[in-house]
T-cell receptor, first 113, second 113 residues
Framework: ETGVTQSPTHLIKTRGQQVTLRCSSQSGHNTVSWYQQALGQGPQFIFQYYREEENGRGNFPPRFSGLQFPNYSSELNVNALELDDSALYLC????????????FGPGTRLTVT | SQKIEQNSEALNIQEGKTATLTCNYTNYSPAYLQWYRQDPGRGPVFLLLIRENEKEKRKERLKVTFDTTLKQSLFHITASQPADSATYLCALLFSGGYNKLIFGAGTRLAVHP
């Protein structure tokens, strides 16, 4: 069974640029959630995708957007990067309707300079 | 305001002792509470889930209690080992809609030989 994978591992961008982060969900999982984790803090929910549609959103501006593909993989896009966007971005998959635990990937460390 | 509080200071204990971590929350009514382990630079790993109508849950050396009146969960690791050293996150989950986790900031546990 393949776990959740994310790419890239690390990324450095300049303020104002755009970034795309990718996630492959665990086999059999049809729901993907994205979280932002600042240093020393717990993960904060960005949004969730189910059946290729956004299924819930946290307190993040519209410049944070996402996609889910038919194979349940997902992308997180962030436009007009700000310095405060520097964080670890985590993707988590789960089988909606069954167990409620989420399975996290290793994360993408984004640094905005 | 809504808050989830975990001990911000690191917990240092001797190998073999029981570690007890606390999670308090205010102005939430979660249906479930989860505990995750996070190692530096890695994504959180699910440990235990407890439902609002359950008082206690055990898994091997781990025990979780959930008091919805006190709005508190306690997480115990018995016979602790240096390999248990990590940050432990509590997360609230609400029924209905989608599986949005709300995390505390975590408590760092250090088990010394």
């Amino acid at each position: 069974e393949t776990g959740v994978t994310q790419s890239p591992t690390h990324l450095i961008k300049t303020r104002g640029q755009q970034v795309t982060l990718r996630c492959s969900s665990q086999s059999g999982h049809n729901t993907v959630s994205w979280y932002q984790q600042a240093l020393g803090q717990g993960p904060q929910f960005i949004f969730q995708y189910y059946r290729e549609e956004e299924n819930g959103r946290g307190n993040f501006p519209p410049r944070f957007s996402g996609l889910q593909f038919p194979n349940y993989s997902s992308e997180l896009n962030v436009n007009a990067l700000e310095l405060d966007d520097s964080a670890l971005y985590l993707c988590a998959s789960s089988p909606l309707g069954g167990a409620y635990e989420q399975y996290f990937g290793p994360g993408t460390r984004l640094t905005v300079t | 305001s809504q808050k989830i509080e975990q001990n911000s200071e690191a917990l240092n204990i001797q190998e073999g002792k029981t570690a007890t971590l606390t999670c308090n929350y205010t102005n939430y009514s979660p249906a479930y509470l989860q505990w995750y382990r996070q190692d530096p630079g890695r994504g959180p790993v699910f440990l235990l889930l407890i439902r609002e109508n359950e008082k206690e849950k055990r898994k091997e050396r781990l025990k979780v209690t959930f008091d919805t009146t006190l709005k508190q969960s306690l997480f115990h690791i018995t016979a602790s080992q240096p390999a248990d050293s990590a940050t432990y996150l509590c997360a609230l989950l609400f029924s209905g809609g989608y599986n949005k986790l709300i995390f505390g900031a975590g408590t760092r546990l250090a088990v010394h030989p």
